[in-house]
């Protein structure tokens, strides 16, 4: 199959609403799915129901029982993330620190299976993330030399939140991945940041930027001419609520210590379609131009935060799988995904 369905555990239920990972890898194997993005929390939840021991081997015994419970369900794990907050670290006994992490995440991810880790830009204060992307590509060169120097390789996935405090577009993130010049370090674009910053804006009443169609189709035709599919590791799909009003400090989702993209971002994504849900984003825009100009073959991967997520209800699993398995449906039908695997198997026989 040239396409692949994969769906992150987060999107699934909350841990800390009390949603198991067992029982969401029963839920993504039931409608469909391939693999999953182990989020971090799940593991770590997992972690903590072992008796005894420190918390280094509990998390090293959880990602042995996380694989055993995803093979066990045909599953794969497509990588593990979020690796938080590295890049550009003002504090450099701090920047130590999160590469002795960095080390145990490719122990981690040796143990679960998977050879890729996602890397989201960081969105610490301004204080306490440089300015210098010179600074930027020299802690992303030293993370890839890690990720070389396993066995297995580990790779690292680059992606621009849209509110990251010195990345937060795709052409940010491209342009590091450039300057590292790794094998091991490639893109990871996601149809809600891309969109989330060129084409969405929630603090505004209109939920929309100043030109919202013309700066995305521009920013849409740079990502055609630029993009190497073969850098490009991992594909996330969400849309996003068109909110009734801004999201200032009157609003429900308003936080006074996150961005509004951020609080938007946590509270709102929805998946690819679900325009009944208040959806706007241009998600299939993006996708086409992934698939069909850039060329991407591989997963695609939905990673949906929702404020639904946190609820106790422990139908939530199942409702949300339901949804993205729709939501699948629908993707393969508007974006012509079996003509795609035709092809592609028409060219295999070549």
Same mark, same amino acid.
Request: net charge negative.
């Given at each position: 199959?040239?396409?692949?369905?994969?769906?992150?555990?987060?999107?699934?239920?909350?841990?800390?609403?009390?949603?198991?990972?067992?029982?969401?890898?029963?839920?993504?194997?039931?409608?469909?799915?391939?693999?999953?993005?182990?989020?971090?929390?799940?593991?770590?939840?997992?972690?903590?129901?072992?008796?005894?021991?420190?918390?280094?081997?509990?998390?090293?015994?959880?990602?042995?029982?996380?694989?055993?419970?995803?093979?066990?369900?045909?599953?794969?794990?497509?990588?593990?993330?979020?690796?938080?907050?590295?890049?550009?670290?003002?504090?450099?006994?701090?920047?130590?620190?999160?590469?002795?992490?960095?080390?145990?995440?490719?122990?981690?991810?040796?143990?679960?299976?998977?050879?890729?880790?996602?890397?989201?830009?960081?969105?610490?204060?301004?204080?306490?993330?440089?300015?210098?992307?010179?600074?930027?590509?020299?802690?992303?060169?030293?993370?890839?030399?890690?990720?070389?120097?396993?066995?297995?390789?580990?790779?690292?996935?680059?992606?621009?939140?849209?509110?990251?405090?010195?990345?937060?577009?795709?052409?940010?993130?491209? =342009? +590091?991945?450039? *300057?590292?010049?790794?094998?091991?370090?490639? $893109?990871?674009?996601?149809? %809600? &940041?891309?969109?989330?910053?060129?084409?969405?804006?929630?603090?505004?009443?209109?939920?929309?930027?100043?030109?919202?169609?013309?700066?995305?189709?521009?920013?849409?035709?740079?990502?055609?001419?630029?993009?190497?599919?073969?850098?490009?590791?991992?594909?996330?799909?969400?849309?996003?609520?068109?909110?009734?009003?801004?999201?200032?400090?009157?609003?429900?989702?308003?936080?006074?210590?996150?961005?509004?993209?951020?609080?938007?971002?946590?509270?709102?994504?929805?998946?690819?379609?679900?325009?009944?849900?208040?959806?706007?984003?241009?998600?299939?825009?993006?996708? =086409? +131009?992934?698939? *069909?100009?850039?060329?991407?073959?591989?997963? $695609?991967?939905?990673?949906? %935060? &929702?404020?639904?997520?946190?609820?106790?209800?422990?139908?939530?699993?199942?409702?949300?799988?339901?949804?993205?398995?729709?939501?699948?449906?629908?993707?393969?039908?508007?974006?012509?995904?079996?003509?795609?695997?035709?092809?592609?198997?028409?060219?295999?026989?070549?």
């Amino acid at each position: 199959m040239l396409y692949k369905p994969s769906i992150c555990t987060v999107s699934l239920g909350r841990s800390s609403a009390g949603h198991t990972l067992e029982h969401k890898l029963d839920m993504a194997s039931k409608y469909g799915f391939q693999a999953i993005e182990l989020f971090f929390e799940d593991l770590l939840d997992l972690a903590n129901t072992i008796p005894g021991g420190d918390p280094v081997s509990n998390q090293l015994a959880a990602a042995a029982i996380i694989r055993q419970l995803c093979d066990d369900r045909k599953l794969s794990i497509l990588c593990l993330q979020p690796f938080m907050h590295y890049e550009g670290l003002v504090d450099r006994d701090l920047h130590q620190k999160r590469l002795e992490d960095a080390k145990f995440w490719v122990r981690l991810a040796h143990i679960l299976g998977t050879d890729l880790i996602l890397l989201p830009s960081s969105f610490l204060s301004p204080s306490e993330v440089s300015p210098d992307m010179d600074v930027i590509v020299r802690d992303m060169v030293e993370i890839a030399e890690i990720g070389l120097g396993a066995s297995p390789v580990i790779r690292f996935a680059y992606e621009a939140l849209c509110w990251g405090t010195r990345v937060d577009t795709w052409e940010g993130s491209w =342009e +590091v991945v450039q *300057r590292v010049d790794r094998p091991n370090f490639g $893109l990871c674009l996601d149809t %809600f &940041n891309v969109a989330g910053r060129v084409y969405a804006d929630p603090s505004v009443s209109s939920g929309r930027t100043e030109n919202c169609d013309e700066a995305t189709e521009a920013s849409l035709r740079g990502m055609m001419a630029s993009v190497d599919p073969t850098k490009l590791f991992l594909v996330q799909m969400a849309d996003a609520e068109k909110l009734a009003g801004p999201l200032d400090s009157s609003h429900p989702f308003y936080h006074p210590e996150q961005p509004p993209r951020m609080s938007w971002s946590r509270n709102a994504r929805l998946f690819y379609g679900e325009s009944h849900h208040g959806g706007y984003l241009p998600v299939k825009r993006i996708l =086409e +131009v992934i698939i *069909r100009d850039i060329g991407y073959q591989g997963w $695609l991967s939905f990673e949906v %935060f &929702n404020r639904v997520l946190l609820e106790r209800d422990e139908r939530i699993p199942e409702t949300m799988a339901r949804r993205a398995a729709q939501s699948w449906k629908s993707m393969e039908r508007e974006l012509a995904f079996e003509r795609s695997r035709v092809r592609y198997k028409a060219q295999a026989l070549l």
